[in-house]
C-alpha cells in the first residue's frame, strides 16, 4: 500500500459529461501530481501541485483541470469527455526529492 | 527534451531463470533513474532508483540496476525469476535534483512460465 488513495476505482460516463476524480495523498506529502495512462500514449505527465499551487503542467488538455485544497489532497477535473479520454488517471505525491509514490488508479471509461 | 526507450515491448522467462530488461534514455546530463512495477489493477510501485554514486544499484524484491553513464543505459537485473514477477516494468528519468515531472518509457510486459 504506497498510501495514496484514489477515489472512484472505476468511472463509466458518456461522452460530453463531466467528472471529478479524487487524490488523497501520502501523509505529509505535499506534492501531488496526476498521470494518464493509455494504451497509445503510455504514461503521460499532466500537472502537479505543490501546498496547493500548480507547480509544472505536461500534456494536459484545455478540457482538464485540477486543483490541491488546503487539507493538500487534489482533484482533477475532465470535462466534455471524449471516447479518447478513456484511461486510467493515477495520482501520485512525494515530498522533498523523494521518489513518487502512485496511488492504484481510476480507470475511466467514456462511452 | 529527454525521453526512454524499453525496446522490448514483451518478455517471456522460465521461473528460476535470470532476466534483464532494457532501458535507455536521452538526456543531456545525468538524469535521475527510476524502475516502476504495475501489476495489474494496480498503481506503480517504486523498484529502485538511481540518483548518484554507486552505479548498481539494489532495490526490492532482489532487482538491480546499473547506471552505464557511457551507454546511457539503466537495465534492470533479477538474477532468479519467481512466477509473482509477472507484470509490466517502467523505467523513467526525471531532471537532475528532482524526482518529479517523471518521462516514463512504454513499459516492458513480463510473462513468466513454470
Known amino acids: 500500500d504506497s498510501g495514496v488513495t484514489q477515489t472512484p476505482k472505476h468511472l463509466i460516463t458518456a461522452t460530453g459529461q463531466r467528472v471529478t476524480l479524487r487524490c488523497s495523498p501520502r501523509?505529509?506529502?505535499?506534492?501531488v501530481y496526476w498521470y494518464q495512462q493509455s494504451l497509445d500514449q503510455g504514461l503521460q505527465f499532466l500537472i502537479q501541485y505543490y501546498n496547493g499551487e500548480e507547480r509544472a503542467k505536461g500534456n494536459i488538455l484545455e478540457r482538464f483541470s485540477a486543483q490541491q485544497f488546503p487539507d493538500l489532497h487534489s482533484e482533477l477535473n475532465l470535462s466534455s469527455l471524449e471516447l479518447g479520454d478513456s484511461a486510467l488517471y493515477f495520482c501520485a505525491s512525494r515530498r522533498d526529492n523523494s521518489p513518487l509514490h502512485f496511488g492504484n488508479g481510476t480507470r475511466l471509461t467514456v462511452t | 527534451a529527454q525521453s526512454v526507450t524499453q525496446p522490448d515491448i514483451h518478455i517471456t522467462v522460465s521461473e528460476g531463470a535470470s532476466l534483464e530488461l532494457r532501458c535507455n534514455y536521452s538526456?543531456?546530463?545525468?538524469?535521475?533513474l527510476f524502475w516502476y512495477v504495475q501489476s495489474p489493477g494496480q498503481g506503480l510501485q517504486l523498484l529502485l532508483k538511481y540518483f548518484s554514486g554507486d552505479t548498481l544499484v539494489q532495490g526490492i524484491k532482489g532487482f538491480e540496476a546499473e547506471f552505464k553513464r557511457s551507454q546511457s543505459s539503466f537495465n534492470l537485473r533479477k538474477p532468479s525469476v519467481h512466477w509473482s514477477d509477472a507484470a509490466e516494468y517502467f523505467c523513467a528519468v526525471g531532471e537532475p535534483g528532482t524526482a518529479s515531472k517523471l518521462t516514463f518509457g512504454t513499459g516492458t510486459r513480463l510473462q513468466v512460465t513454470l
Open positions: 501523509s505529509g506529502d505535499l506534492s
Open positions: 538526456y543531456g546530463a545525468t538524469p535521475y
